[in-house]
């Protein structure tokens, strides 16, 4: 009797969903370029990766969503052969964006998971590491949709044990309408 309730209460919390769905479901990927800031930026170079959102409509203008991605910055400088290091960025963040026409802003917060990497190889001895973090992530972007295209720029925060450090980052990507 108590999954009937449960199973009753999911459809009709989902037929109530769909009934004050307004505007566009949409599922949005694309490529990013990102330009480490600040201490981060003396230590690395620009970082490489790819996103995509999920985005549901609350109003004709507003969307809620959720974006997941993969950023990977490696070493500025050059440490030799066999010797690298690299800072991996997954983003586990909700939005808000809200379209003004084809512009549109969109605030992020969520969960950033990062991950370290190093490499020390020499001919006396090899050497490896990683270390993984969760911290407070947070963006904060503008974009412009031209058809199916959304091209983007965003400021991206992550909060690490009392220290911020961050990265700008532009995007390109295509949206599919469902």
């Known amino acids: 009797m108590k999954k009937?309730?449960?199973v009753c209460l999911l459809l009709t919390a989902f037929s109530i969903a769909t009934y004050a769905q307004k505007g566009a479901i949409d599922i949005n990927a694309g490529v990013d370029v990102a330009l480490p800031l600040g201490d981060f930026g003396e230590g690395f170079g620009t970082g490489f990766g790819a996103?995509?959102?999920g985005l549901?409509?609350?109003?004709d203008e507003g969307q809620v969503g959720l974006t997941l991605g993969y950023i990977h910055f490696g070493s500025k400088e050059d440490l030799g052969e066999g010797n690298s290091v690299s800072f991996g960025v997954i983003p586990i963040?909700?939005?808000y964006r809200h379209h003004f026409g084809?512009?549109?802003?969109e605030p992020q917060i969520g969960l950033s998971s990062n991950r370290s990497k190093i490499t020390v190889s020499s001919s006396e001895f090899n050497f490896g590491?990683?270390?993984s973090s969760t911290s407070l992530g947070y963006a904060a972007g503008i974009g412009?949709?031209?058809?199916?295209i959304d091209i983007s720029a965003r400021y991206q925060g992550l909060s690490r044990g009392g220290s911020s450090?961050?990265?700008?980052a532009i995007r390109i990507a295509y949206n599919f309408s469902l």
């Open 93 to 95: 963040l909700a939005l």
């Open 165 to 168: 450090s961050g990265f700008a």
């Open 56 to 59: 549901y409509g609350v109003s």
């Open 102 to 105: 084809s512009l549109y802003v």
């Open 144 to 148: 412009y949709m031209l058809g199916d």
């Open 4 to 6: 009937l309730v449960l």
């Open 129 to 131: 590491g990683s270390a």
């Open 51 to 53: 996103t995509a959102k």
